[in-house]
Each structure stands twice: as structure tokens, then as C-alpha cells.
């Protein structure tokens, strides 16, 4: 060993920037205040100016809104609760078409999935599972439901696709799922089956939920965010602080407005009760998966992920997930870096509903 | 109670795979060729902030702890941001200019280091955990190696601020001679000159089992 060698030892065991120090020395760096620059020199405070004027209204803008001192930016918070307070309404204004008797409500979910690997995590794949689910007017299952999961896979290259083929060659072919007995849904293409002949072993939870499970939310919001948040030591799992509870109650809302079961009353108490979130920001006009336009209301995990919640802004309708990098190398829930880099959209979501008269028969 | 059957293959079937820091998408030819800086986009800089920012965030927290690196990492991009003309441009990319400029800042701040190298220097060596056996070859080991960092830090706090600053580019950030140089804008024969010399006191402080290493 040379003196180097046992050097390099020396505070070897500093821990990682957190995701909330990169995003808040992000802003810091990309949008200086003119009260920091006011003694580093007029020309610094001409540049600083310039630069702030342009990232306003550019690609910052997609990104966390938070002053350099790391608190949200004046409005922000406030439009995202405008925005919900207006989808509310437009929800309860304009409730969804009862599905008439003996006819279904078809559900389509879309999902992208993005990973990255290979040398240097230079190359990446992407996943498309489709999902249909028909509920019936009764709203009880079992229902039928098809899933493909895998239906598209894309790769950046055909290197990149051959490397897949021999790292996961199993994971490659699509894989077609087909029942009559669905009784709860979960994003991104899985199914909760009821065993045949049984009606009542089913049980919905936040991740998979289930019509019954749905309608038994609390009505009023207050009551409701609550819920969301609580701690029931289910995944995922986080903790008790409130922060976590607010991770929680994000990911758990955008679940059940995903699976297309709740009514437009249940989804107008949902939004409300998303309003009391802590660090919600409005995005400005996103898409979904299918190329719908709406905007997303947003909130940045503490690993680096920024999931959005994306909402007609006509409608109220909720139309998509998405699910983007905020940092490079984002953590996961056991504090490992991911191969994402910023900017990474990771999971990508379109939700559609039509009455129809009739589903395939399975 | 048995869980219902599910039929998902969700996420889970996407195995996560733990390989090198992951690099970005080629970073745009203005984000590493000196002679185009000047069109550095705000859209680049950002880019160069998420490649960059976790290396400068650690070697400023290895040299003056995590608060003051989570405060410095976002100075340092402010200041290569308002900079770029000055950039040279290096085969190396913009990562030896960035730490130049985070060596810059640290150096108002030796105080601090030095303290923190002194404060460890003197601090007892950590005692071995309940229940372990304190004979043990991985315990002696461990020791060993703490009584080598603190010995260590002395001699950081003793070296000259310039000295510090090659060495630790060299030892901490793998910095080669001329990315040394190009970071602290001196010639390379001086880089080779105070990281001799550093190497020289670490050496007659660890005693005569450290090896010299001339590569």
C-alpha cells in the first residue's frame, strides 16, 4: 500500500449528495437572485439577470420550482391548488355518463416503462403493457379484463437490443393475460384475480384497487388525505414522517385515479384532498402517453423522482401518470442509485374511458 | 389469509441493474469544446450540472464535510456558468475547470479545513463494537486503518494550502498531471513538483511501510 492508497481511505465515507441538496443547488446555480449578485460586479449581475430571465421561461420550468433557498417559488403551490380546486368542480359539474344496464365502462391504461443498462447505462429500452378492463353497470366484479404486458419493446439501438436479448431473454416476449374473473387493477398492466366460484376473497387496497375498496374511501377530503397518508405499513412503505406521508398519499391518489374506478364524485374529493399535500407544484401543459394534452400536478419524492398527476384541464378528467428523473442517478426506496440520468422519463401513462355495449369474451 | 392471485409482471420483471455512474447522452460538443463555450445553452449547462454536480458535491464534502458542500456545489456552477467564456476548453471535458473553481472556493474556507483535519487527527480511535472479538484480524485492521487516517489528517492540516490542493485532486479525484493543471491553472511540471513534495511529508509521516509509488 502507498501513502496514496491509504489516503484515498481518508473520508472515503462522506455520504452522497441528497436528490433535495443537487435540486436546490440546481436552482441556486441556474437561477441566481440579483440580491446575491449585487456585489460580485455589474457584469455578473447583466449575465445573472440574462440567465434567469431565459431559464423562466424555459427548461426550468419543467422542473422543481423552488427559490435558491429551497422553498417554493411565490404561486406555485397556490396555482397547484387553484388548479385542483377548478378540476374539482369541473368533476362534480360534469359527472361521468352512467354506464347503462347491461353495458360496460371500458378502462385502457397504456404504460411506458424506461430502463436504462449496458456500458456505462448508455443504452436504454422501453416497455408498453396494455391494459383493458370493462366494469360492469352493477360496478361489482369479477369483471373481464386483457392485459399484454411487453406489447411494444423499443431499444436505442440494435446493439442495446441484443445485449437485452442475452441479458433477459425471457423478459422480451410479450405476455397476454386474459380473465373474466378481475375483481382490482393495478398500474401498469397488473390484475388481482378473484378464484372462480368466490365473490367476496378479493380485497382492494391502495395499489390494487378494487370498486369496493374505491367506494369506501372516506367523502369528505380532510378525512380522505388522512387516509392517504397514513401509515399502514403496506407498500410503500416510507415512515411515519409527515413528508412520508405526503410521498405516500401522492402515490397512493395517483393509483386510484389510475384505475379508471372511481366515480367523478370520488375524484373530486381526491383532487381536494390533494390540495393539503405539502410541495405540489402546477406543471405547465404535459402530455400523457397517448398525446393528450393536460397539465400535471406535480411532487418530487425524496429520491429524485418527480411524479405527475395529469389532468384535463378542460374536463377535470384524470388522463396520465408520468414518472421523470429529477437527478441523475435518482435513488430507489433502499437509498441504491438508478441508472436514470436527469431529464429520464421512467414511467409514462395514459388512462381512457367509453361506455361500450360489450367486452371480448375470454 | 392467502392473497388473491396476481397477474402482474409489472416493474418487478425489469431487472434494476447496478452498473458505473451512469453517463448521460453525449454531452453536447459546447459543454466540452472549449472554442464553442460561448453557445452554452442554459439547456447545456444543466446537462453539465447533472453530470458533474455528484463528483464536486463529494470532493468538496471529503474536504470540508456535507453542509458546506451542499452550500459550495451550487456556487461553483454559478461561477462556471458566469465563466464560460473563460473556459479553455481540455480533452478532459469541463470536470478539471469545475474543480478548479470548487478548489478556488475551498480555499476561503481553509480554516475550516484545517480544523476539521485537526479535529479528527486528535479525535480517540473508535472502540470496537459489543460482543466483537477484539482480537480479531478485521478489528486490528480497522484500527490500523484509523490510526492511519488520523495520522493522515495531521499531515493534510500541516501541508501548504497548494500542496493540499494536488494532492487531494490526485488521490481523491483521480485527476491526472495535466488535469491538475489545467484545474489550477499552473503548469504541469509545478503539479509535479507539490505533489512530490506532499507525497514526501505524507510518506516520513506513515513511516517506512508505505511504499513509494512513482506512477
Known sequence: MTEIDALKRLNDDVPPATPLALARARQRALTPQPAERRSTGRRRMVLAGALAGTLAVGFLVNDVVTKTDGTVAPGAVADAGTFLATAADQSTGAPDAPIPAGQYRQVTQRTQERWNFGPRNAYHGTRLSVTDWWVPSTRTPPFTAISVLGAKQEFSSTAAEQLWHKIDPLNVKPQKIKTANACAVMTGGGIVMQPNGTTNSCKGSWLSPSTDFVAGLPRDPAALLAALRKNDHTWPGLGDAPAQGDYRAFERAGSILASGLATSEQRATLYKALRGIHGIQLLPDTVNLDGKAGRAISLVELWGIRKELIIDSKTGQFIGLREVATVTAPLNGDGDPMPYKSG??????????????SHPKV | MNQPPTASLGRERIPEIHGPPPISAPI?????????????????????????????????ARRLGTGEADDLVGQTFLIAFESRDRFEGSSSGALPWLYGIATNLIRRRRRDEIRQYRAYSRSAPGAASAGTDTLSAEVVDRVDAETTSRALAGVLAGLRQTDRDVLLLYAWEDLSYPEIAAALKIPAGTVASRLHRARRVLRAALGSDFQENRS
Open chain 1, 344 to 357: 429520464d422519463i421512467v414511467n409514462w401513462t395514459s388512462v381512457a374511458t367509453r361506455i361500450t355495449p
Open chain 2, 28 to 60: 453536447p460538443a459546447s459543454a466540452t469544446a472549449g472554442s464553442e463555450v460561448t453557445t452554452w445553452t442554459p439547456d447545456d449547462f444543466a446537462l453539465l450540472f447533472d453530470l458533474h454536480a455528484p463528483a464536486i458535491h463529494r470532493y468538496i
